[in-house]
T-cell receptor, first 113, second 112 residues
Framework: EAQVTQNPRYLITVTGKKLTVTCSQNMNHEYMSWYRQDPGLGLRQIYYSMNVEVTDKGDVPEGYKVSRKEKRNFPLILESPSPNQTSLYFC????????????FGNGTRLTVT | GENVGLHLPTLSVQEGDNSIINCAYSNSASDYFIWYKQESGKGPQFIIDIRSNMDKRQGQRVTVLLNKTVKHLSLQIAATQPGDSAVYFCADVNQAGTALIFGKGTTLSVSS
């Protein structure tokens, strides 16, 4: 089944403890992206990658890192999480840039205390 | 600026009715628009898209209408079912072509 898979689905952590949220797609998509969804603010892009080894900042990149060493994987790294990074995170991919639909994973709900 | 918004935060309909969800966008250069459905506990799910060279596109029970003159987009759902209850987002592509810009969503509630 074609899908975007994120792990974990739920994560509770403490301030400053490094964490990684994994994202994998099995559709051979070139473009991948991370969004966060917050009440009243909607979905906002954190980082994106047009292809392997190419990553760029989105609208809210502060406090996050990403890597794209392989086409299928696009992990989101929080080196030192803070409470304002408590949010619902979505990974997404599309075949080639944004001329085709973006397909989303089912989300990771992160709580930083 | 780049802003995609929805006219109403909530819409309540009866099962079997037709639903219309509206969206206004501000970027006159936008050439690709997408509607997403998000159910509780899930990620946004692609419904239908339309490019700026079209006024209308139909899918299974859904139709998207694009009015470029007034920068307005709508999603019509025919014979709405309880399973259609969800939050619906419109989105377009930012000027750089690097991100989708989402509206804040309309919550559709279908009662039987």
């Amino acid at each position: 089944e074609a899908q975007v898979t994120q792990n974990p689905r739920y994560l509770i952590t403490v301030t400053g403890k490094k964490l990684t949220v994994t994202c994998s797609q099995n559709m051979n998509h070139e473009y991948m992206s991370w969004y966060r969804q917050d009440p009243g603010l909607g979905l906002r892009q954190i980082y994106y990658s047009m292809n392997v080894e190419v990553t760029d900042k989105g609208d809210v990149p502060e406090g996050y890192k990403v890597s794209r060493k392989e086409k299928r994987n696009f992990p989101l790294i929080l080196e030192s999480p803070s409470p304002n990074q408590t949010s619902l995170y979505f990974c997404a991919s599309s075949l080639s840039g944004l001329n085709s639909p973006l397909h989303f994973g089912n989300g990771t709900r992160l709580t930083v205390t | 600026g780049e802003n995609v918004g929805l006219h109403l935060p909530t819409l309540s309909v009866q099962e079997g009715d037709n639903s219309i969800i509206n969206c206004a966008y501000s970027n006159s250069a936008s050439d690709y628009f997408i509607w997403y459905k998000q159910e509780s506990g899930k990620g946004p799910q692609f419904i239908i898209d339309i490019r700026s060279n079209m006024d209308k596109r139909q899918g299974q029970r859904v139709t998207v209408l694009l009015n470029k003159t007034v920068k307005h987009l709508s999603l019509q759902i025919a014979a709405t079912q309880p399973g259609d209850s969800a939050v619906y987002f419109c989105a377009d592509v930012n000027q750089a072509g690097t991100a989708l810009i989402f509206g804040k969503g309309t919550t559709l509630s279908v009662s039987s």
